[in-house]
């Protein structure tokens, strides 16, 4: 299973298998996802990998 990088809304930044990825349009590319820092259902979005130049 392929792991996707997401930020929450607090802010943490992990790793989950379970995040899905389909679109609605009034919320944009986040979903709600249980944070393992905050312990708590957090809006998250996906991060860009970091571009090295």
């Known amino acids: 299973m392929e792991r996707t990088v997401v930020r929450c809304a607090e802010g943490h ?3 989950t298998v379970s995040f899905p990825m389909q679109q ?3 919320l944009g590319p986040g979903r709600l996802i249980r ?3 905050c312990a708590r259902l957090r809006h998250a979005v996906p991060v860009e990998p970091a571009k090295h130049h």
């Open 13 to 15: 930044v992990f790793s």
């Open 24 to 26: 609605a349009d009034r």
């Open 35 to 37: 944070c393992p820092r």
